[in-house]
């Protein structure tokens, strides 16, 4: 690893767990704008200023550098703001109609951290399921002053208010390979619907969220599927590890790893619980199913996530895409082809199953004009 990420990760670490930082490490010169730039690209800013306010002020960055930091930190505690109050518009509005929603990942997982307001947010994903969907979104769409457009997916309906992207889900998850679909569908059922091992409140309000037995595996098979998409960063891996350090006392650890095992992807889950206890700090005793022979396949997954960035934004392979419609689907298909081959080694059963069903969609996608 090089010095850069070293310092980096220390940073990133002491904000992580309210720890010191390990001073040794910036003896040497410091690139404080590589820093801030890996920390901007993998949407963890935050979490790296609570870090960097716990080194020697001589060791500190630059005034210059230090006032660029202070902007981004007010925009992301300005938008944790708008996120919430738009929630709490957005759940007053479902629940008066008799519609009660779960939230998914963003601002459940925020909560976790020692300063939530810092932690770089994104949309706002309700659960609805299919049952009262429709009505769902219904009520929604006649709600306060569009600011972006409005669309549906197979997974959900998609809308903005007040410059926030808000999404009802119909389907909490879903994959194209349709083995795996049926697992994922039964364990949403199990735990989600049915309320098997019991919903949590979020911050003492009316608006519920998931049970930590689903959590823990749901908010690893979404950062998996993004990162199989488009690559992701940091932040992701950051909640995940959260969760379950928080809620290791209450999670069945072995059910864990059965439900994980049933979705295919334990060779991925180990592979990223190396990362999470090498490189994020997270006990080993917290993370169910450590595997230290996955220590290589991490430090190239690491590679991967530090190289792309927050869903892959600013992986090398990205340019401008044409706005021809066929030219721009070559394309995003010569930028998907090159990123699966970077990471098919990691997994390669689970990976190029979903791969090869991600690309029989995006044909029909293609052929349909759509």
């Known amino acids: 690893m090089k010095s850069v990420e070293k310092q980096f990760f220390s940073l990133l670490r002491a904000g992580l767990w309210d720890l010191d930082v390990d001073t040794s490490l910036f003896e040497e010169p410091i690139d404080w704008q590589t820093i801030l730039e890996m920390g901007r690209k993998q949407t963890v800013l935050g979490v790296l200023a609570d870090g960097i306010a716990k080194l020697p002020s001589e060791s500190r960055p630059s005034k210059k550098d230090t006032q660029w930091l202070q902007s981004q930190i007010f925009k992301i505690r300005k938008s944790h703001l708008l996120l919430n109050q738009t929630l709490k518009e957005v759940t007053e509005l479902l629940l008066d109609r008799g519609i009660r929603p779960v939230l998914l990942k963003g601002q459940g997982v925020a909560r976790l951290y020692r300063y939530p307001e810092q932690r770089q947010c994104g949309d706002i994903d309700l659960y609805i399921g299919e049952t009262l969907y429709t009505k769902a979104c219904e009520v ?82 979404h950062l998996a599927k993004h990162f199989l998409m488009e ?104 930028k998907w082809i090159w990123w699966k081959v970077k990471i098919l080694r990691l997994n390669p059963y689970w990976i190029g199953r979903v791969s090869l069903f991600s690309f029989g969609h995006s044909i029909k996608v293609a052929l349909l004009h759509r």
């Open 140 to 221: 929604v769409s006649a709600y306060g002053e569009k600011s972006g457009k409005e669309s549906e997916s197979q997974q959900h309906y998609h809308f903005n208010r007040n410059g926030v992207s808000v999404e009802l889900h119909r389907l909490a998850a879903y994959s194209l390979d349709p083995f795996v679909d049926k697992r994922l569908q039964c364990f949403v059922k199990l735990y989600l619907d049915n309320g098997y091992a019991g919903y949590e409140k979020y911050n003492w309000s009316n608006l519920l969220l998931p049970p930590v037995q689903f959590d823990a595996c749901y908010l690893f098979y």
């Open 231 to 334: 690559g992701i960063g940091l932040r992701q891996i950051c909640d995940w590890t959260l969760y379950l350090y928080t809620y290791a006392d209450k999670l069945d650890k072995e059910q864990l790893l059965k439900d994980i095992r049933s979705l295919g992807m334990l060779r991925l889950w180990e592979i990223f619980g190396c990362i999470a206890v090498d490189y994020l700090g997270l006990p080993q005793s917290n993370f169910p199913g450590y595997n230290p022979l996955r220590r290589t396949q991490a430090a190239d997954l690491m590679n991967s996530v530090l190289s792309v960035g927050n869903f892959g934004h600013y992986a090398p392979s990205r340019g401008f895409r044409p706005n021809d419609y066929y030219a721009g689907k070559w394309y995003a298909f010569r």
